[in-house]
Nanobody
Framework: EVQLVESGGGLVQTGGSLRLSCAASGFTFDDYAIGWFRQAPGKEPEGVSCLNSGDGSTYYASSVKGRFTMSSDSAKKMVYLQMSGLKFEDTAVYYC??????????????????WGKGTLVTVSS
């Protein structure tokens, strides 16, 4: 059974930092491209950061570039999102996502995909 389990969310003040973790299991980690999406209340999900395992390139949404850093440890099947300089508008549920076909532009994808249940990040102003 494929599982993506996020952790590390919570309440933080503006300007603070959080580190999200995603534990992956039930699939061959290196065969999938992994990313972080978020969904704010009343909004559609958006790709925050996506890592292509093939060339190691990482996409960051313009709204988080320079503040967020995505990393992965394939041996541990873990993915991380280090978030700093948090802003009120970063408040959202953050999801770990795995896709079989790799990422297109701006974390676009098609085909087989898996999502975790999400972890809530709340930034107080």
């Amino acid at each position: 059974e494929v599982q993506l389990v996020e952790s590390g969310g919570g309440l933080v003040q503006t300007g603070g930092s959080l580190r999200l973790s995603c534990a992956a299991s039930g699939f061959t980690f290196d065969d999938y491209a992994i990313g972080w999406f978020r969904q704010a209340p009343g909004k559609e999900p958006e790709g925050v950061s996506c890592l292509n395992s093939g060339d190691g390139s990482t996409y960051y949404a313009s709204s988080v570039k320079g503040r967020f850093t995505m990393s992965s440890d394939s041996a541990k099947k873990m993915v991380y999102l280090q978030m700093s300089g948090l802003k009120f508008e970063d408040t959202a549920v953050y999801y770990c996502v795995a896709v079989a076909t790799g990422w297109g532009s701006e974390c676009s994808y098609y085909g087989l995909n898996y999502w975790g249940k999400g972890t809530l990040v709340t930034v107080s102003s």
